[in-house]
């Protein structure tokens, strides 16, 4: 049964990151009256299952970092031996019984709590910015009604001069037989208990190499890393894939580059074995107790009305959007993941107030994509700002300068860890702007935070030279590197 037409200005379909944002500036900031429609809370996504907050406080970034958190204990536990910490008895090697143990379902139920809080505060959130928050499944009929299908199967038509799609993304699985038997990460963030048995871990890029750490810092029997690539990390600057990989090895992680797998049979509970093919063409088989495919993401576009209305997508199958985030049918626009820029929170964040802005602020605004940091929480994690040696070689003229410090944590000078820290600076020799600054290692996100602040403001290699470091820190060496590594000559056309 369809109720009677409610009105508003903006109707917007999704309460995560960006129709969040989105939502609550719209009626916070420019005083209109706005919907936000989201499907039911639940862990584990589906057509029917969502949560306000979305995928980076349910099933994202939220409980991701909260189990890189706890995976990271057994380092320091470790670390803290060698400054005289007699943890679990001692420890002695072979102490077995001094070998702290980990309880994956406590962490799991603890995270759990944290993410239903989590979920009920953005719910919250919307509604004292004065969004209505409407319960289920929105569907555009044209291009100025929702329609919204609650979770009793009632109806509400929801009419706006205004409608934001911000329905993110979904996994994608590797369509090879027996897909059916891997898990997802939304799955592997749910997990009540770990296999009794080793762990595979498909994929090289964010989630794969994050949730391969996860599982080693947790996990008692081995984790396998496959991917199609000879190194982890795709697209970020080689070096630093180059430190990643080391790192995942030193920390036990069995990585498996060059290969691909065709075939997942199951033989009984928790009993999988693994078909892939190496470099060599060889064909190998993996026993594993559970397959994570972290094999990448596609914008949510489906059942969403978007044929109804003549949205277009794009060859990726992502909403295509103008620089304000308008769709090609006036009034309806699109932020986030389902647009497929960058796919990172604080980017749905950053268009969705500039959406915001655009359709109520009077001022049509772009969301600005330069310098965007991002980390990888694998462990240690990678962090980066601008452009990757790579890249500055491609696109500049003129001579590419870069500083490249490696060097072993002071903390484990004493504790004995086996690991080198990267920091990496890539410098336009001409103008001496700094084009981009890289680092593997431990806080690496939270140093390259600041550091992106500085390129924002188009900072000068002279002007890191300058800076008097904090000591003693890991953070000072990306001020104190006077000594060049190697200059190359860039092979593009642009100029600064
Ligand atoms: C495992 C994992 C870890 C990540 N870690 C990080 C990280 O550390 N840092 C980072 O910056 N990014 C991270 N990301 C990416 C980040 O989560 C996304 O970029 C971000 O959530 C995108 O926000 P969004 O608003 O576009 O979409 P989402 O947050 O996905 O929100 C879309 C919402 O729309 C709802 N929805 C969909 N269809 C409908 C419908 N028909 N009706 C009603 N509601 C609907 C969904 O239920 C969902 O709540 C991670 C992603 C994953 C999967
Ligand atoms: N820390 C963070 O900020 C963070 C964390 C997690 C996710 N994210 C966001 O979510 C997105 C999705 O993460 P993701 O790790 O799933 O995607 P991704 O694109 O980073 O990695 C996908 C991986 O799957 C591999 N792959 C794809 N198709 C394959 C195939 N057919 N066979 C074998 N391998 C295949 C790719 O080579 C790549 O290694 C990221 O791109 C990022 O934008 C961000």
Redesign the pocket.
């Known amino acids: 049964m369809t109720s009677s037409e409610e009105h508003f200005d903006l109707v917007t ?9 989105a939502s609550r500036f719209a009626a916070s900031l420019y005083g209109v009256k706005v919907a936000c ?3 039911p809370f639940g862990f584990i ?1 589906s ?1 029917n ?17 909260l189990l890189v958190y706890g995976a990271a204990f057994g380092e320091e536990i470790a670390d803290a031996r060698g400054f005289g910490w007699a943890v679990g008895g001692g420890g002695g090697e072979g102490d077995e019984a001094a070998t702290p143990t980990h309880d994956w379902s406590s962490l799991m139920k603890l995270k759990s709590k944290e993410i239903q809080r989590l979920n009920t505060t953005y719910g919250n959130i919307l509604r004292s910015a004065g969004v209505t928050f409407v319960e ?4 555009i009929l044209d291009p100025q009604t929702v329609e ?1 299908t609650a979770p009793d199967g009632s109806k509400r038509l929801l009419r706006a001069k205004n409608v934001l799609i ?6 994608t699985k590797i369509p090879i037989e027996g897909a059916e038997h891997a898990i997802i ?2 799955d ?2 749910a997990l009540e208990s770990l296999p009794d048995g080793p762990i595979a871990v498909l994929g090289a890029g ?2 794969a190499t ?2 391969a750490g996860i599982f080693r810092g947790t996990h008692r029997h081995a984790v396998h890393l496959l991917f199609r690539g000879d190194k982890v990390l795709r697209g970020f600057d080689e070096e630093c894939r180059q430190q990643v990989q080391e790192n995942l090895v030193r920390r036990g992680i069995v990585t498996h580059p060059n290969c691909k797998p065709t075939r997942i049979e199951k033989l009984g509970e928790g009993q999988l074995v693994l078909h892939y093919v190496n470099a060599e063409g060889a064909e190998l088989q993996l026993p594993v107790a559970m397959v994570l495919m ?1 094999t990448g ?1 596609k914008p ?1 576009v489906e ?2 009305g978007l044929e109804a209305v003549g949205v277009e997508l794009d060859a990726a199958g992502a909403i295509k959007v103008d620089e304000f985030s308008r769709t090609n049918v006036p009034g309806i626009w699109a ?5 497929n820029r ?8 950053m ?2 107030m500039a959406f915001a802005k655009s359709a109520f602020g009077g001022e049509l605004t772009k969301p600005d994509y330069r310098d965007v940091a ?4 694998c462990q240690p994690p990678l962090a980066t700002v601008g452009y990757t040696e790579e890249q500055a070689i491609k696109e500049f003229s003129g001579n590419i300068d870069v500083y490249v410090s490696r060097f072993r944590p002071m903390k484990y000078t004493i504790s004995g860890r086996d690991e080198k820290t990267l920091m990496k600076l890539v410098v336009h020799a001409e103008s001496d702007k700094v084009l981009g600054c890289h680092m593997v290692g431990p806080d690496a996100p939270e140093i390259m935070q600041g550091l992106a602040v500085a390129l924002k403001c188009g900072a000068r290699k002279a002007q890191f030279d300058s800076t008097v470091g904090i000591h003693p820190s890991a953070a000072e060496e990306f001020v104190t590197m006077r000594t060049r590594t190697r200059t190359l000559p860039g092979t593009g056309t642009s100029k600064l």
Do not use: H
């Open positions: 379909i999704g309460a995560g990151s960006g129709g969040v944002r429609v989201e499907l996504a057509e299952v969502g949560g306000a907050g979305g995928t980076c406080v349910i099933r994202g970034c939220v409980p991701k970092k289920g499944r929105g569907a919204v911000a329905t993110g993304g979904v996994a990460s939304d592997a963030l964010y989630i994050e949730f972290a993401r949510r059942g969403i932020v986030g993941d389902v647009t960058i796919n990172l929170t604080p980017v749905a964040l268009e969705g991002s980390a990888v929480f």
